[in-house]
């Protein structure tokens, strides 16, 4: 069992040094919280070995080290990408209908947003839906009748039922 006193304690002699360490290796206050994060989280799941280290804050600063020369190449790579294709194109901002879609499913109950998402957007039939939820199919179509409702409420729209929905 690993001792979680000695990793505790360990932790807060090690925690602020470190933190500024890796601001110095990467540059970004957030990134570095992410990376002291991930070697903290790492030296914890090996804490038998690293607390038998000789040098077990050296090895979390080589940790922090290698994470972020990883991240560097991954932005270098991307950036590679980037510079080859060009920037990704600017999508569209949404249309007024689909604002106000939006707001109106987000005044419904979850697994209502959910069926009707699953129905209309997916194509899925009433039993695959059922099937993928792991509840009855008098549920979903339920679901999808109140959704329906619901909808109808909001947008002040009379609800239309669907013929494969019965």
Known sequence: MRDAADFDEFYRATSARLLRFGYAVCGDLTEAQDLVQEAYTRAWSHWRTVAGHPNPEGWLRLVVARLATDRRRRLQRW?????????????????????????ALRQLPVAHRQALAL?????????DIASEIGVAVGTVKSWLSRGRAGLAAVLGEPAVAKEGDR
């Not at 129905?119 to 039993?127: A, I, N, W």
């Open 79 to 103: 950036r590679g990408v980037l510079l080859r294709t060009g920037p990704p194109a600017v999508g569209a901002p949404p249309g007024e209908d689909t604002v106000v879609l939006v707001a």
């Open 119 to 127: 129905h209309y957007l997916f194509d899925l039939p009433v039993t």
